[in-house]
C-alpha cells in the first residue's frame, strides 16, 4: 500500500458508498440490504472499540456464563452479541436471526420485522482475546419472500442461498471484507473518520498457495486424506518447495490470509470430532461463500460445502478451503482413498 499517496487521496470509497453504487445496479432494490449493512457496520464498529478498550475497561476475563457449545463466555462475547442483537433487530430489517451464543433462535418482533435472516459469530476467536490475538465477527444473510414470518426452516437450507456473508477482523487494523454476491471487497477502519474506505477491492484469491493451515496438534486423529495432504506439504513427492505452516487458531485471521496470500485452510473431521469443530451457519458457509466468490473452493471431505443443507442451527462441518488448486488436490486425495 502506497500510504503517501493514501494520505493525499480525496475520492474516498466508504462502504456505505460502495454498498450504495451495488444497490444501484439492482432497480427493484428498496435499499433495505443497505440499511442492514449500515448496522452491521455499526455493531463491528462498537465491538472493534470495545475490543481494543478491552485491557483497560477490564473487560477481559471470564463472564461466569458457558454458551451452547459448553464453552467458557467471555465478557466480550456476552457484550458483542447483545450489540449485534440489538443493532440487528432496531434496523426494522431483520426477521429471523441466529448467534453462536444463543441457543435458541431470535424471532424479532412484528412491528420491526423485515424481510432478511442473519446468522453471525459476533466474537469468533474469543480464547484468544486475552492474548490480543486478532478475533473478529462473522456473518451471513439470507433473503425470505415478501410477508413470509420467518421460522428456523428457513435458515436450514444450502449455502448457496445465502445473498451476503461477510467478517470484520479486529486485528492490528480493523478490516471489513464483503460479498453481496459479486466480488468480494476489504474496507479497513479510518479510526479518524470513523468510515470503513475500500482498501482491497476485487478480492482474487491466489489459484494455488505457499501456505496451509490446520490445527496439527489433531494429527493422530486425522483421517487418511488430511494426513496424506498435510505430508505432501511438507514433503511434496513432485521436488517442489514444501508448504509453509500458518495457523492463528482464529477463523476470521486465517481465513483472512488465506483471501489474500493464498494457501488452504482446513479444520477437517478427526476420530474424536467426525463433524470436526466449525460451525456450519456462521462459520462454514459464510467463509465458504467468500472463499467461492474470491475464485477458490470451499470443501467438507464429502462436497462442495455451499451446498451442504444443516438439519439444527448448531451444527458443525469439516471444512477445507482456500485456493483453487490446493482444495482441488484435497478432493482428489478424498477421492482416491474413498474416504
Ligand atoms: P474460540 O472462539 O473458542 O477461540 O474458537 C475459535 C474457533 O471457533 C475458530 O475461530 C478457529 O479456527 C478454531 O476454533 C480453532 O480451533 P482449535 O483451537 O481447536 O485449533
Redesign the pocket.
Known amino acids: 500500500m502506497d500510504h503517501a499517496a493514501d494520505a493525499q487521496r480525496t475520492d474516498l470509497m466508504t462502504l456505505t458508498r460502495h454498498v450504495l453504487n451495488e444497490q444501484s445496479k439492482h432497480p427493484e432494490a428498496r435499499g433495505d440490504l443497505t440499511i442492514l449493512l449500515n448496522h452491521i457496520v455499526l455493531g463491528c464498529k462498537f465491538v472493534c472499540s470495545a475490543v481494543n478498550k478491552a485491557g483497560l475497561a477490564k473487560l477481559i476475563g471470564l463472564a461466569g456464563e458457558t454458551n451452547v457449545q459448553g464453552?467458557e463466555q467471555k465478557k466480550l462475547d456476552v457484550l458483542s452479541n447483545q450489540v449485534f442483537v440489538k443493532a440487528l433487530t432496531s434496523s426494522g430489517r431483520t426477521n429471523v436471526l441466529v448467534s453462536e451464543e444463543d441457543e435458541e433462535a431470535i424471532f424479532v418482533p412484528e412491528k420491526l420485522r423485515g424481510r432478511y435472516c442473519v446468522v453471525f459469530d459476533p466474537?469468533?476467536?474469543?480464547?484468544?482475546i486475552d492474548c490480543g490475538v486478532s478475533i473478529g465477527t462473522i456473518f451471513g444473510i439470507y433473503m425470505l419472500e415478501a410477508g413470509k414470518a420467518g421460522t428456523v426452516d428457513d435458515l436450514l437450507k444450502a449455502g448457496t442461498s445465502m445473498v451476503a456473508a461477510g467478517y470484520c477482523m479486529y486485528g492490528s487494523s480493523c478490516t471489513l471484507v464483503l460479498s453481496t454476491g459479486e466480488d468480494v471487497n476489504g474496507f479497513t477502519l479510518d479510526p479518524s473518520l470513523g468510515e470503513f474506505i475500500l482498501t482491497h477491492p476485487h478480492i482474487r484469491i491466489p489459484e494455488k498457495g505457499k501456505i496451509y493451515s490446520v490445527?496439527e496438534?489433531?494429527a493422530k486423529n486425522w483421517d487418511e486424506p488430511t494426513t496424506k495432504f498435510v505430508e505432501k506439504a511438507k514433503f511434496p513427492e513432485d521436488g517442489s518447495s514444501p508448504k509453509s505452516l500458518r495457523?492463528i487458531?482464529?477463523?476470521?485471521a486465517?481465513v483472512h490470509r488465506t483471501l489474500l496470500y493464498g494457501g488452504i485452510f482446513m479444520?477437517p473431521a478427526d476420530k474424536k470430532s467426525p463433524n470436526g469443530?466449525?460451525?456450519v451457519l456462521y462459520?462454514v458457509f459464510p467463509m465458504s461463500f467468500l472463499v467461492e466468490k474470491a475464485g477458490g473452493q470451499a470443501f467438507t471431505g464429502k462436497q462442495r460445502a455451499l451446498e451442504l443443507v444443516p438439519k439444527k442451527i448448531h451444527e458443525r462441518s469439516p471444512i477445507f478451503l482456500g485456493s483453487y488448486d490446493d482444495v482441488e488436490e484435497v478432493k482428489e486425495l478424498y477421492k482416491q482413498y474413498g474416504a
Open positions: 464453552e466474537l469468533d476467536g474469543s480464547s484468544n490445527n496438534g489433531n495457523y487458531g482464529s477463523m476470521v486465517d479444520y469443530k466449525l460451525r462459520e
